[in-house]
């Protein structure tokens, strides 16, 4: 169960149920500005000891019908999902554990702190589980680093060094291009 009231309704605190038996984990999920307009849409309101989404549960009472429960709303949200990314023309067919690697591996490259991210996933601080999440490098820079590898530079740094040849260096390079 999510608790927003220790911190004022500005952040959601709660142990992921799937970890639970492994990790006392607290997970933060601070309320910003859009994450409220959600809130404000489909959740109940905030009333202590009460749930945030109890529509998810339904009548169901038994843990393992709630937990059933779950995982048909987690099957719907990823049927939206691969829809509106079908809908946009991406390429990538997102999931949960996706959506979580791309959650820890932005906020790497944006340079959050190892333990935020960690902590915000309910990871241990102190473990390498996180790590696991993290794309180390983007295509982009993967290419720019292999480039340099093989000494290959951007149009940018050509036009550089091109300016700095004198007419008949010039010259003797145009006149090998067309030869070639």
């Not at 709660?14 to 994450?35: A, H, N």
């Not at 749930?51 to 019908?65: M, N």
């Not at 309910?122 to 993290?134: P, Q």
Request: hydrophobic fraction near 40%; glycine fraction near 4%; charged fraction near 25%.
């Amino acid at each position: 169960m999510a608790i927003i009231f220790q911190s004022g309704k500005k952040s959601f605190h709660f142990v992921r149920q799937k970890t639970e038996d492994r990790s006392d984990m607290e997970v933060v999920i601070p309320i910003i500005p859009p994450l409220q307009i959600i809130l404000d849409q489909i959740a109940a309101p905030p009333i202590k000891g009460s749930l945030v989404f109890p529509g998810i549960y339904g009548d169901a009472q038994a843990p393992i019908d709630r937990r059933k429960r779950v995982a048909m709303e987690n099957q719907n949200i990823k049927k939206r999902v691969r829809r509106l990314v079908k809908s946009r023309g991406w390429e990538v067919q997102p999931s949960c554990t996706w959506c979580r690697h791309s959650f820890a591996t932005n906020l790497t490259h944006a340079g959050v702190p190892h333990n935020y991210i960690s902590e915000s996933m309910g990871h241990s601080v102190d473990s390498n589980i996180t790590n696991r999440y993290i794309d180390a490098f983007p295509l982009a820079q993967q290419m720019e680093f292999s480039s340099r590898l093989l000494k290959l530079n951007n149009d940018a740094d050509l036009m550089e060094e091109l300016k700095g040849l004198t007419p008949e260096q010039l010259k003797t390079l145009i006149a090998l291009v067309k030869n070639s």
